[in-house]
């Protein structure tokens, strides 16, 4: 399907049909209500790669204050980097899942049903973020609780200033304290995970992504700009990304896939969020059963295939 086509728009429609044909009172409605369902299953099996990335910028997509109410317990947030400021689009603190205590940080596009996107700069950190998600990692591995990261973000903040302060090199702060990091990291990709502002937060020994998520090193507009000049390709892009929750999964660089509802996430967050805790608990209790040593065994091997080769 073809970004022309709008597909949530299409699915919106869909799915207004369909509920609308359930109030219909006086006549059996349910094989007409089961062919427009089995239409919009048909569609959404279908979307495209640039359809996912429309999914996955979606406004009513759950964001992280979703999954810290709906998963975790006794959330106590932890502001400021300790130089200089608080940075909202990175928000973290203490939890419990369930029973288990655990230091969870994300980016924090926007709140939870709100439009004050512009408020956390769409969830794109500057190296104030990075230097606060630092100091949550550390926290992390000193009270020896496992870290949880939340991935949200169409790249770290492009501003002037923030180059001036270090953002590339926070950036390589943030990788270098999760790939040495003494305590298990699970990382949870909910939806756009944009260049090294995704991977400030992206690395971890479990990585869990939702279907529709999409990450790349570079947005489908900005490769289909640097290759034809302008973003009319952006469509062609995405197809070359290939960064979408399937794509990642069938390839094995992401550990657990989450499925959305049928027209992506916005369609039932309550669900996406209560799989999204599933998976995570699953997680957690696999990797407190393993030696530490064991852990980090297994993250420098992940690292040295990642790592070009010295051939």
């Known amino acids: 399907m073809r970004s022309k086509d709008r597909f949530h728009e299409i699915d919106s429609a869909l799915k207004e ?32 790669r640039w359809s996912s990335i429309e999914l996955a910028r979606h406004s009513g997509r759950p964001v992280l204050d979703d999954y810290l109410s709906g998963i975790f317990r006794d959330f106590t947030e932890l502001r400021g980097d300790r130089i200089g400021e608080d940075d909202a689009a990175i928000k973290g603190g203490l ?6 205590p655990v230091v969870v940080v994300g980016h924090k596009k926007r709140s939870s049903r709100g439009k004050d996107h512009a408020r956390y700069r769409y969830g794109m950190a500057s190296p104030s973020g990075h230097h606060k998600a630092m100091r949550l990692m550390k926290l992390a591995e000193k009270f020896g609780r496992p870290l949880i990261t939340f991935v949200d973000t169409p790249g770290a903040y492009p501003a002037p200033e923030t180059e001036y302060r270090g953002q590339a090199f926070s950036i390589a702060q943030c990788i270098s304290t999760l790939a040495s990091l003494k305590t298990p990291v699970i990382v949870c990709i909910i939806g756009e995970a944009g260049s090294g502002g995704a991977l400030a937060l992206g690395f971890g020994d479990r990585i869990i992504m939702l279907e529709n998520a999409f990450y790349s090193a570079i947005s489908p507009e900005a490769f289909s700009s640097i290759l034809y000049g302008d973003d009319s390709n952006k469509e062609q892009a995405a197809d070359a990304l290939k960064g979408s929750g399937r794509d990642l999964a069938s390839e094995g660089i992401v550990d657990h896939l989450i499925k959305e509802p049928v027209g992506g996430a916005q369609n039932d967050p309550a669900a996406v969020v209560e799989a999204t805790g599933q998976v995570l608990r699953r997680c957690v209790s696999e990797l407190l059963k393993m030696d530490r040593e064991e852990i980090m065994r297994q993250r420098a091997a992940v690292i040295e295939r990642l790592l070009p080769s010295k051939g």
Not at 17 to 32: K, N, P, Y
């Open 17 to 48: 049909l369909q509920e609308s044909i359930t109030r219909i009172e006086g006549m059996d409605t349910d094989e007409l209500a089961r062919k427009v369902s089995m239409f919009r299953e048909e569609i959404y099996a279908g979307i495209s």
């Open 95 to 100: 939890a419990f899942l369930d029973d288990v």
